[in-house]
């Protein structure tokens, strides 16, 4: 039993050291002493939320009749898309989640350039290689195709665009589906473009389209705009291209991540965006430590003054569960909300409640004669049966309302909801190996008989 309650207790205090590495950290760096390369090289900061950092929030939804029907295949597909888009401009911690069947919330902490997001997420970016044989639609024209006609583009400014012929409907070879990856180059005169691979069936489409067309003209259209319309010169059979036009540095970064996304499966329209200020944020943080400050203290002053001895050891027990707490938030990691500060405050006072089980359990016992090494044992084993129901309703309670959050777009609900059931499943640990290992280590070999103030008797 001692060499066994030992070994916990060396696990403890290397867990204790992991923890404040991490926690004082903000990234975690391992390199491999043979090559010098990082076996681990990981951002540990902690992730503040939108109403905490500050940031854009926007509103999306299906831009369809009402009678449409939109399938919930469909809105996770485009919100998974938005997210890739989003990642790739360089925004993190995004929060994205579908709110109903047409609906999705997305939220930006941290961004300087709302704009941009705002039109990178609603681009269709639907790419087409269209065969115009030997009549060509001019550079830059609105055209018709035999693919996806009901989503035919209309010129943003009619004086500035070209139109086909109305009556040609120009036949598709090959759609962005196809592409394997995008990436920005620029050729020999410094032009900005879009150099893509295709995957395997797609490349061979490629392949035996331009062997049998050369000479004619392939159209490379976006959107049902014709941004280049080379000649077919040779066949390309390697299944890369580029995609050459009127590009800058940002367009073709732009377009090259919209196609690395792939194309949205239904057309998207932003219903509202607003700009969230971090001023509130800052004092919301500010805020929130100091009532977590001042709700730890309490707690550990009422646990040291009510049960003494014991109640020191369950303060002590507290303080690891914060520290553990923290280490798991920052590498899960967790995107902390004001709500969810919240609940990890909340699920301070439930890891004191299973001390509180366990203590007032081992008085009675006391009370009754038994030994101290017997008290422990006894009290800690007639308390779990109240302390696991009470932490498996509080799980289930979380799972609902991450179940509720995610379904309705409430990603503060999430965050709460999170925060609780990792603080209800460090305080099981705690309560079930820490507060009993460290009791049996330090009160094994102490006379009741001799210190019965010390345990409140």
């Known amino acids: 039993m001692r060499r066994n309650q030992n070994n916990w207790l060396i696990v403890i205090l290397l867990l204790v050291a992991f923890s404040l590495w991490v ?32 940031g854009l929030q926007a509103l999306l939804e299906a831009d369809l009749p009402a009678e449409t029907v939109v399938t919930e295949e469909e809105m ?20 994205m989640q579908t709110a109903g069947n047409r609906r999705i919330v997305a939220e930006f902490p941290g961004i300087s350039n709302p704009e941009e997001i705002v039109s990178a997420l609603k681009q269709t970016a639907l ?3 269209v065969d115009m044989g030997n009549t060509p639609a001019p550079e830059g024209a609105v055209i018709k195709t035999d693919f996806g006609q009901e989503v035919a583009a209309t010129p943003a400014d009619p004086n500035a665009a070209p139109v086909a012929p ?20 620029q050729d020999q005169l410094g032009q900005y473009q879009i150099s893509f691979t295709l995957e395997p069936d797609a490349a061979n489409i490629f392949a035996e389209y331009t062997t049998t067309h050369r000479g004619q003209y392939l159209a490379i259209v976006l959107d049902k705009h014709a941004i280049s319309i080379p000649i077919i010169n040779d066949p390309i059979t ?35 965006s607003r ?34 001895v014991p109640g020191v050891i369950a303060d002590l027990a507290l303080i690891c569960y914060a520290i553990f707490s923290l280490m798991l938030f920052k590498l899960v990691p967790v995107v902390l909300t004001l709500p969810g500060i919240a609940g990890f405050i909340l699920s301070i006072g439930m890891a004191v409640d299973a001390n509180v089980l366990i203590f007032e359990r081992m008085k009675e016992e006391l009370r009754n004669g038994r030994t101290l090494r017997q008290a422990i044992d006894l009290g800690w084993s007639r308390a779990w049966p109240s302390i696991r129901d009470s932490n498996i309703s509080t799980l289930i309670t979380c799972a609902i309302l ?37 009791m049996h280590v330090l009160l094994d070999n102490t006379k009741l008989s001799d210190h019965p103030r010390w345990f409140g008797l």
Not at 86 to 94: P, Q, R
Not at 411 to 436: D, E, N, P, Q
Request: hydrophobic share 45%; charged share 15%; aromatic share 8%.
């Open 402 to 438: 991450f179940v509720l959050g995610s379904s309705f777009g409430a990603s503060i609900v999430k965050g709460f909801a999170v925060t609780l059931a990792l603080g209800v499943g460090v305080s099981l640990f705690t309560a079930i190996y820490v507060t009993r290992t460290f």
């Open 76 to 95: 996770d597909n485009a919100r998974a898309i938005l997210q890739n888009r989003a990642n790739s401009l360089g925004v993190s911690e995004i929060v």
């Open 166 to 185: 109305e009556d040609v409907v120009y036949h598709t070879v090959l759609t962005g589906a196809g592409l394997s990856g995008a990436t920005v180059t």
């Open 127 to 129: 790419l087409e290689f």
């Open 23 to 54: 926690d004082l950290s903000k990234t975690i760096t391992i390199i491999n002493p043979f090559d010098q390369s990082y076996l681990v090289n990981r951002d540990v900061d902690i992730k503040l939320g939108l109403d905490l950092r500050g």
């Open 275 to 308: 700009t969230v200020g971090a001023t509130l944020g800052e004092e919301s943080v500010r805020k929130s430590l100091v009532a977590g400050i001042i709700g730890l203290s309490v707690v550990i002053l009422f646990m040291a003054l009510y049960y003494r």
């Open 238 to 272: 390697g299944g890369q291209g580029v995609i050459s036009g009127n590009f800058d540095y940002e367009s073709a970064q732009q377009l090259a991540i919209q196609l690395r996304s792939g194309a949205l499966p239904i057309p998207i329209k932003v219903v509202e």
